[in-house]
């Protein structure tokens, strides 16, 4: 084995575990999940092959999964928000997909599609656990509180203030890009 092939290897190892608790937290078929696994580390492969200079590997490899998730999402036409629904301000029921630029309105609706889908996704990935979940489950899935409580024995009141803290998150970790495409 040649020293870069060792590397590689203690790369895989060191990082495997993490990458794949990364994505399995995006990607909800645990078989999608593990063949973007292994296209990241093909990937770290190609790269490696290729000479390509790899700065940061950790902070590569997940650069690399999240546009591997991206993809999934895109060629299965059901991203992660697929169905899920908002309530507007007059009480109606917005479809998440609706709300964005449609694919079909040329490259730079496409485009603004995809940094606004990317951006979200890794504004929710900062969350802590408990406050994703909470925010995912209600805002998303549509889920109530009572429902959630009951299901994880975790009180209402604390629920909604995890939910309060994720929404505070997201608001101000989304603002510049709101701003940026709002200015447009």
Request: charged share 35%; glycine share 4%; aromatic share 8%.
């Amino acid at each position: 084995m040649t020293e870069d092939d060792t590397r590689i290897s203690e790369i895989i190892a060191a990082e495997r575990s993490r990458l794949r608790a990364f994505i399995r937290r995006r990607v909800p078929d645990a078989s999608d999940a593990e063949d973007i696994v292994q296209e990241v580390f093909y990937e770290l492969v190609e790269a490696n092959r290729l000479l390509m200079p790899i700065e940061h590997v950790t902070g590569w490899l997940f650069r690399v999964a999240r546009n591997r998730i991206t993809d999934l999402f895109r060629k299965n036409e059901r991203g992660s928000f697929a169905g899920a629904a908002v309530e507007g301000e007059d009480g109606e029921m917005l479809q998440i997909e609706d709300l964005l630029p449609s694919p079909d309105a040329g490259p730079e609706a496409l485009y603004a599609r995809h940094v606004l889908l990317e951006e979200v996704e890794f504004a929710l990935s900062e969350l802590p656990d408990e406050q994703r979940e909470v925010f995912v489950a209600h805002e998303l899935e549509g889920r109530s509180f009572k429902e959630l409580s009951r299901e994880s024995g975790v009180s209402v009141n604390t629920l909604l203030s995890r939910k309060r803290y994720a929404v505070l998150h997201l608001r101000q970790r989304l603002q510049s890009i709101y701003d940026e495409f709002m200015n447009k």
